[in-house]
């Protein structure tokens, strides 16, 4: 082996279809993976990014998401089973998010199905699910899933000035697009699929299309983007806003119930607060015997969103009853100053018989390398912290 | 629309012992079998003008608790004796073995077989407490529950500490482990070894539960012995048949149940019918399923019905049959070497090696070069099986896979028919003359023309991860499935296959409790 041979060639992370122009825009090269692709923490600051996001607009490669196509005339009948959801009443070119259980009511993973043709779904969800989809397809005649994740590429494409690039970039119509539609444009010789979805709260596009026509997408949008503050985001600046916006995390928030050894490390829906993801009208889908037990009793946990007095982020607090900090009743999952809120907000795990009383959070931080900690009061807030009525106007707000 | 309280799904045995018990306790019970009769895989059928068989041959292990509850003797049906088992050898010197007495031994092996025998008894009598009842679920156990366990437990006290720790040290031995622990005889060895494997994807040298299954065989009437009612298996259904509809029980043949209707609202799901194959409809308050498993879940309730992991957990169970059935008609009785009478079963296994090749040849898809064979001549206790003076012979020939490499031509299926007869020949060498007709059924015609998944012995093998409170697997195993009103009770739930009763009498206790 001589010096400069890579050792472990097969686990060089792969380049997505955007890769080349984030490369060039990406003044930190900071980098980190996700399933197997190279995912940019930040291109410069995180926080800067985050503000993009907020004021302008910014695209976030979801790409390396898994991707899947699910086709034939059991098909609905199979995803209707598959998630908590009523897919039956999905229609064509609308977008549902969806999560979907084990047997026993626990969180596999979430993700989003878009009904792109009669028998035609898209599914994607943030990790590899295609042993359990195969499972799940087990006993139907006609049903196929196809793992597309590496050959469609996606772009989310969020903030407030977004539908104006659309429209200057020239997609006609996507004025009438609504949160959860999907529209198709013709894009060179191809066809782009734009959807209106995203993980920041605000407003936002998806943009998917074939990979070997993501860059001239790429360059089409930024062209069109120039003077509307375009920028690309990474993971540290999508964390933020997706913890305004109230949206759970793998691996923060929830742990994929395929993949925990110890019965209770992962959650129900109910736990994270997505019960009216569940429906229960439907008499048939996995987990359902599971989930209605514990719909009489109540979720052990419930994942709150708290307002923690003060100014450190609480990260990794635990949560009490008492100020005392005795009767530990939780823990942080994801914490933040929020600058839209101009608190210190957190999403926590707390027993759901005491959710409704005294909420104190021990906070750990540092000042110049010392840790401190604190006591601080908890407020329970009930609706998302950043929901603006701009997210959801259709049409949307030029500029 | 008719309305039942319960519908049963196949008339087998375990499907018409359960009606009996549920149309005594009161209930208005159809029960719908696809074949124009009863009896499943215990049905006599005419294989040749004149000559008839039934899939099993001899029993084993069929209830006494269940033939007195049911009253069968007033029906027609009277037990057997035990008969000999023959341990065959070409040239006469034949092992048979009968209660605690083998002859054709050394004097060592006949003193060691009376030792064995009373230790296997004594082992098996642990797990007699278990064939009748409901194995509990884990977790969450009610007093009664408990008890049970406690029984198991407090049988194996009761042996002693030396007994309890030779039980746990043999009672998963491979077969051939324990056999040339005692024995020298091979061809001893190798006929002792058949309850041991026969039904299942197991040799002599397979590990883990080849003795318990012997001594799960000998927890019945005779201690293992096998015997053959004096009427023949037809009088056991017969009488099975007649104390059902006595009982108020109404039994319909030819009625393919195409599926079973499960209605669903905000409430869940719940069995509240069928649909026969003609279109016709009932309701019930709840349906018994004793077709096995993967014909119940996948083909008539369906996998929307039920969740994923449970599918395919069911999909995972072995349900590969290795036994296939080969009956002769013949125009008197065979002569066996050195045999006085051909009346007991007579086992042609060489060695346990041979049984062990003939399972290497079938786990990768061939048939067996040397098939190794179990036999009885039914017509010497049923006269009506064949014209007088003339005999059947009925076989249960292993290891032969239902998938075999090449497809079950014409031609596989005579070369086999060839082997089984030139083996059975080296034993009875002027059988060929006297053989006026014939039939061989692989594995692959016992699922087509019984409705048997696999055509499997045991509709689902018979293994420590398949037992009890895991039969046919966890979430269907007290009879009760997820899908409310829909219940198993067919030779896939516990205790399982052979001609026993137990599932078919323990799913009824469950419905009525
Ligand atoms: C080759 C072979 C040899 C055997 N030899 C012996 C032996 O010698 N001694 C012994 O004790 N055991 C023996 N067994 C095992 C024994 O025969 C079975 O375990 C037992 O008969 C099973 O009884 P059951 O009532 O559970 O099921 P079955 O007898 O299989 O009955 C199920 C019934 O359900 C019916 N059915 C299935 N689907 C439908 C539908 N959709 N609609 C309506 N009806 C349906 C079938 O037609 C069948 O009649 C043998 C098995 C095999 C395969």
């Known amino acids: ?399 | 629309m008719q309305h039942f309280d319960t519908i049963i799904i196949g008339a087998g045995h375990n499907g018409l012992i359960c009606a009996s018990y549920l149309a005594k306790s009161g209930q208005k019970v159809l029960v719908l079998e696809a074949s124009d009769r009863v009896g499943g895989l215990a049905a006599s059928h005419e294989f040749h003008p004149g000559f008839k068989a039934s899939i099993a041959q001899s029993i084993n292990q069929f209830s006494s608790k269940i033939a007195s509850d049911l009253n069968l003797a007033s029906h027609g049906y009277t037990p057997g004796e035990a008969m000999a088992t023959i341990g065959l050898s070409a040239d006469g010197n034949n092992v048979s073995i009968n209660g605690d007495t083998v002859t054709g031994v050394s004097d060592k092996d006949a003193a060691s077989y009376k030792k064995y025998r009373k230790m296997m008894l004594k082992y098996s009598g642990v797990l007699k407490p278990f064939s009748l009842k409901t194995i509990p679920r884990i977790g969450n156990n009610s007093l009664a529950e408990m008890m049970l366990f406690g029984k198991m437990g407090l049988g194996l006290r009761m042996m002693g500490k030396e007994d309890m720790q030779e039980f746990m040290r043999m009672v998963t031995l491979p077969t051939r482990d324990l056999m040339d622990e005692n024995f020298d005889s091979e061809v001893l060895k190798a006929a002792l070894c058949w309850d041991g494997v026969a039904g299942s994807t197991n040799a002599p040298r397979s590990p883990n539960h080849s003795v318990l299954m012997m001594l799960y065989r000998m927890t019945g009437d005779h201690g293992g012995d096998h015997s053959l009612p004096s009427g023949g298996i037809e009088s056991l259904v017969t009488a099975l048949e007649t104390a059902a509809e006595s009982a108020g029980a109404e039994i319909r043949t030819s009625a393919a149940v195409k599926q079973i209707t499960i209605d669903g609202d905000e409430n869940g799901l719940k069995a509240s019918g069928i649909e026969l194959a003609s279109g016709e409809t009932f309701t019930a308050d709840r349906v018994v399923s004793t077709a096995d498993p993967k014909t119940t879940f996948f083909d008539l309730a369906g996998v929307d019905n039920l969740e994923i992991g449970f599918t395919n957990r069911v999909n995972r169970l072995n349900t590969n049959g290795y036994v296939a059935k080969l009956h002769l008609a013949l125009s008197g009785l065979p002569e066996f070497n050195g045999l006085d009478q051909p009346d007991g079963r007579m086992i042609i296994a060489p060695e346990q090696d041979t049984i062990e090749f003939a399972w290497d040849d079938a786990k990768y898809g061939d048939a067996p070069e040397n098939p190794v064979i179990e036999m009885v001549i039914p017509s010497l206790s049923d006269s009506s099986m064949a014209p007088d003076g003339q005999h059947v012979l009925s076989a249960n020939v292993m290891y032969v896979p239902g998938n075999l490499n090449g497809g079950w031509t014409d031609e596989a299926r005579q070369k086999l028919l060839d082997r089984v007869i030139d083996e059975i020949a080296k034993y009875a060498p002027s059988i060929r003359g006297q053989i006026v007709g014939s039939e061989l059924l692989t594995p692959a015609d016992i699922e087509s023309n019984y409705g048997v998944t696999g055509g499997h012995w045991h509709h689902v093998e018979f293994s420590l991860h398949t037992m009890m409170m895991m039969r046919p697997t966890y979430e269907a195993a007290q009879y009760k499935t997820p899908i409310s009103g829909l219940y198993l009770a067919g030779a896939g739930s516990h205790p399982g296959g052979g001609l026993m009763g137990g599932p078919g009498h323990n799913a009824a206790h469950e419905i009525l409790k």
Not at chain 1, 186 to 215: C, N, Q
Not at chain 1, 364 to 391: D, G, I, M, S, W
């Open chain 1, 1 to 399: 082996m001589t010096t400069n041979q890579l050792r472990y060639p097969d686990e060089e992370l792969r380049h997505s279809p955007f890769h080349e122009r984030m490369v060039a825009l990406s003044a930190r090269d900071s980098w980190s993976a996700w399933n197997g692709y190279k995912l940019a923490n930040n291109f410069y600051d995180g926080e800067y990014e985050y503000f993009c996001i907020r004021n302008m607009c910014g695209t976030y490669d979801v790409s390396p998401m898994q991707k899947y196509e699910i086709t034939g005339s059991d098909a609905e009948r199979m995803l209707d089973r598959l998630v908590t959801r009523d897919i039956t009443k999905l229609r064509e070119d609308r977008v549902t998010y969806v999560v979907w259980c084990t047997d026993d009511g626990r969180v596999i993973d979430d993700g989003t199905i878009f009904k792109t043709g009669p028998q035609k779904y898209m599914l994607t969800c943030g990790s590899p699910c295609i042993a359990w989809f195969r499972k799940a397809c087990f006993g139907y005649k006609d049903v196929d899933v196809k793992d597309v994740s590496d050959t469609i590429a996606g772009l989310a494409f969020q903030g407030p000035t977004s539908y104006s690039v659309l429209k200057a970039m020239g997609l006609d119509g996507v004025e009438t697009l609504k949160p959860f539609g999907i529209m198709n444009f013709p894009f060179k010789e191809t066809e782009l699929m734009v959807s209106r979805t995203g993980f920041t709260g605000d407003l936002g596009y998806e943009l998917w299309i074939d990979a070997e026509h993501a860059l001239d997408l790429w360059d089409a949008l930024y062209a069109a983007g120039e003077d509307y503050g375009i920028q690309p985001f990474g993971e540290e600046a999508l964390n933020m806003a997706r913890m305004e916006a109230g949206f759970i995390m793998p691996y923060m928030e929830f742990a994929e119930a395929l993949k925990t050894v110890h019965f209770e490390h992962d959650q129900t829906p109910a736990e994270l607060g997505l019960d009216w993801l569940v429906d229960f009208k439907k008499p048939r889908f996995n987990g359902r015997a599971a989930l209605l037990k514990e719909k009489e009793t109540g979720p052990k946990y419930t994942l709150c969103k708290l307002d923690i007095e003060g100014n450190k982020p609480a990260e990794g607090a635990e949560i009490y009853s008492d100020k005392d900090c005795a009767n530990q009743i939780g823990y942080v999952t994801s914490a933040m100053w929020s600058p839209v809120v101009k608190a210190s907000i957190a999403l926590a795990m707390i027993e759901t018989k005491h959710k409704d009383g005294d909420l104190w959070a021990e906070v750990y931080y540092y000042k110049e390398l010392r840790p401190y900690k604190k006591v601080a009061k908890c407020t329970l807030q009930n609706k998302p912290f950043y929901a603006p009525p701009h997210a959801k106007k259709t049409p949307p707000d030029p500029f």
